[in-house]
């Protein structure tokens, strides 16, 4: 099966850009790269998607490698509201790896004022 | 998340009673999880189901059993509730390119 590997934690001061990593080199040709933040007591919280381009969207950016192993994150000015736990989660076409969905461990942001 | 609904949001149970969450959604979409999340920590998988009718054993599923008997709803069932049982639940649904997720809001359920 595929896997993602994410840092624990890591640390933001605010309005400052925040780059999260996520490792994902058994990762096939099908499998698209979403990311999902969690608040506390919330449910996981759509913030972007890709499959090999980068993509921007209002809340953020994700950059994906070439050979797509990996990818990362972007807040592009971190607010204190961005302080979650932010899952890379890797999505397969059909029922390549049974059906599931790859959960990173997830990564705990915190955001300094 | 309008997509995924999930009842009820919460529920105390007494040990060995009985319960089921529902979890719906109205977007045809093939793939359907059920996920508890206990207290800092991450989403473990319970049970999943690659289509109507099937089902399938996730990390977690030991105390617990699904059906899923029409495309939009996804049981899970707990026969005999267990203080382990405390947990917030999250159901998921997903398209079959993969492209698109969606996350109920949670069911935070209690066993005392």
């Known amino acids: 099966d595929a896997k993602t590997t994410q840092p624990n934690s890591m640390e933001s001061n605010e309005e400052e850009p925040v780059h999260l990593p996520c490792n994902h080199s058994t990762i096939s040709g099908t499998d698209y790269i979403h990311w999902y933040r969690q608040l506390p007591s919330q449910g996981p919280e759509y913030v972007i998607h890709g499959l090999t381009s980068n993509v921007n969207n209002r809340m953020a950016s994700l950059a994906i490698a070439e050979d797509r192993k990996s990818s990362t994150l972007i807040l592009h000015r971190a607010t204190l509201r961005d302080a979650a736990v932010y899952y890379c989660?890797?999505?397969?076409?059909?029922?390549?790896?049974?059906?599931?969905?790859?959960f990173g461990q997830g990564t705990t942001l915190q955001v300094k004022p | 998340n309008a997509g995924v609904t999930q009842t009820p949001k919460f529920r105390v149970l007494k040990t060995g009673q009985s319960m089921t969450l529902l979890c719906a959604q109205d977007?045809?979409?093939?793939?359907m999880y059920w996920y508890r999340q206990d207290p800092g920590m991450g989403l473990r998988l319970i049970h999943y189901s690659v289509g109507e009718g099937t089902t399938a054993k996730g990390e977690v599923p030991d105390g617990y059993n699904v059906s899923r008997l029409k495309k939009q709803n996804f049981l899970l069932g707990l026969e005999s509730a267990a203080p382990s049982q405390t947990s917030v639940y999250f159901c998921?649904?997903?398209?079959?390119?993969?492209?698109?997720?969606?996350f109920g809001e949670g069911s935070w359920l209690t066993v005392v």
């Open positions: 977007m045809n979409h093939e793939y």
């Open positions: 998921a649904s997903r398209s079959t390119s993969g492209n698109t997720i969606y």
């Open positions: 989660i890797l999505s397969s076409r059909g029922s390549s790896n049974t059906g599931k969905l790859i």
